[in-house]
T-cell receptor, first 112, second 113 residues
């Protein structure tokens, strides 16, 4: 069965520091992978997505993610975090039947 | 820009009441979804619809039903609300393609007393 694991529930980083949020998935075929961000009280906004090709994908707001098939991972990175990045981040896998499976989310706090 | 609009941002209902959550999208998407979001559990799929009058159960359909009479509108119905249905409900839509990403509404926070 498809599943997505985000092992970190909360992460705190200092403003200006680098960030990496972990995501591991379980899926039998080539996955369609997504990262979404949710600001407090809001819906989810797509940060980036991977379907095929280059395993390093660039997204909005300076985020990037790398697909590693051998590790079943799709970790999200940002070289320098801004206070406005404080939010909850969700990793998701999409299948060929238009269904999506979400991780439980990682809440990011940014220290001034 | 794609817009997914959920009619109510905040609702307070009493146990046993019938609750309607409405969702409208303006991008002619074939697929529409209802998710429930609870802390530590992420998003769990309640129902989805891939065409008008078509629906499929998601992972947690018990206590819920849905209606899709028009392509742009997808309603979630709680026939008899219970306190354990207090949650954030998110509607989403997408095109029917293997790479179709989800577009989300802002959510409806339901409290059942």
């Amino acid at each position: 069965a498809q599943s997505v694991t985000q092992p970190d529930i909360h992460i705190t980083v200092s403003e200006g520091a680098s960030l990496e949020l972990r995501c591991n998935y379980s899926y039998g075929a080539t996955p369609y992978l997504f990262w979404y961000v949710q600001s407090p009280g809001q819906g989810l906004q797509l940060l980036l997505k991977y379907f095929s090709g280059d395993t390093l994908v660039q997204g909005i707001k300076g985020f990037e993610a790398e697909f590693k098939r051998s590790q079943s991972s799709f970790n999200l990175r940002k070289p320098s975090v801004h206070w406005s990045d404080a939010a909850e981040y969700f990793c998701a896998v999409g299948d060929n039947f238009n269904k999506f499976y979400f991780g439980s989310g990682t809440k990011l706090n940014v220290k001034p | 820009d794609v817009k997914v609009t959920q009619s109510s941002r905040y609702l307070v209902k009493r146990t046993g009441e019938k609750v309607f959550l409405e969702c409208v999208q303006d991008m002619d998407h074939e697929n529409m979804f209802w998710y429930r979001q609870d802390p530590g559990l992420g998003l769990r799929l309640i129902y989805f619809s891939y065409d008008v009058k078509m629906k499929e159960k998601g992972d947690i359909p018990e206590g819920y039903s849905v209606s899709r009479e028009k392509k742009e509108r997808f309603s979630l119905i709680l026939e008899s609300a219970s306190t354990n249905q207090t949650s954030m409900y998110l509607c989403a839509s997408s095109f029917t393609s293997a790479s179709g990403e989800l577009f989300f509404g802002e959510g409806s926070r339901l409290t059942v007393l």
